[in-house]
């Protein structure tokens, strides 16, 4: 059962570089979800998406984009990597029929901008 | 402002004492989630409430849903280290197009010493 798979785990930027987090879902499911997880702040959402084609901006969108060409996929970019994106990123997915809101995560990416 | 607001932030406690989380908001919600999240990991659910009022048992863990579908709380019998962890709760907001955002509290770190 893979569920959720995120890559990478772990990475280290320098302040400019770019990258892409990596999500994918096996489950069929339309929703997904890019949150960021900082010590005591909980998850804020970043984007989502209700399906393939479609994505829209969450609470804190700022300085990332994705896209959404499949069902499976769901990638995050960071296109100039700042200190302040230092974080625990975590991909969510969750099926249409449930609009009680209950999300599978995947493990979360830990990234580190110096 | 958080739409959520979970407390306490962090708890300490002995193996075999009883600990209860809140979660409160000003908003009614139709349904309220709580996860836990070990270190590395992301959250899982746990269990979900629907119906004020609602009480629902998941081995030494009790959920209850406020009448007012405005607050929630989890109750931990006879705590062991198993259960550290973080303690989230989360509740679906509407977007203006109508889509479901699962919003977090910042969660309860849980701590429990053998």
Redesign the interface.
């Known amino acids: 059962n893979a569920g959720v798979t995120q890559t990478p785990k772990f990475r280290i930027l320098k302040i400019g570089q770019s990258m892409t987090l990596q999500c994918t879902q096996d489950m069929n499911h339309n929703y997904m979800y890019w949150y960021r997880q900082d010590p005591g702040m909980g998850l804020k959402l970043i984007y989502y998406s209700v399906g393939a084609g479609i994505t829209d901006k969450g609470e804190v969108p700022n300085g990332y984009n994705v896209s959404r060409s499949t069902t499976e996929d769901f990638p995050l970019r960071l296109e100039l990597a700042a200190p302040s994106q230092t974080s625990v990123y975590f991909c969510a997915s969750r099926p249409q029929r449930a609009n009680t809101g209950e999300l599978f995560f995947g493990e979360g990416s830990r990234l580190t901008v110096l | 402002t ?1 739409l959520l607001e979970q407390s306490p ?1 962090f708890l300490s406690i002995q193996e075999g004492e009883n600990l209860t989380v809140y979660c409160n908001s000003s908003s009614v919600f ?2 309220l ?1 709580w ?1 836990r999240q070990e270190p ?6 746990l269990v ?1 409430v ?1 119906t004020g009022g609602e009480v629902k048992k998941l081995k030494r863990l009790t959920f209850q849903f406020g009448d007012a579908r405005k607050d929630s709380s989890l109750h931990i019998t006879a705590a062991q280290p198993g259960d550290t962890g973080l303690y ?1 709760c ?3 907001t509407t ?1 203006s ?1 109508g ?9 309860t770190s849980l701590i429990v010493h053998p």
Do not use: D, K, M, N
């Open positions: 958080q932030q139709s349904s989630q996860y590395g990991e992301g959250p899982v659910l979900t629907v989230l989360a509740g679906p977007q197009g889509s479901y955002i699962p919003t977090f509290g910042r969660g």
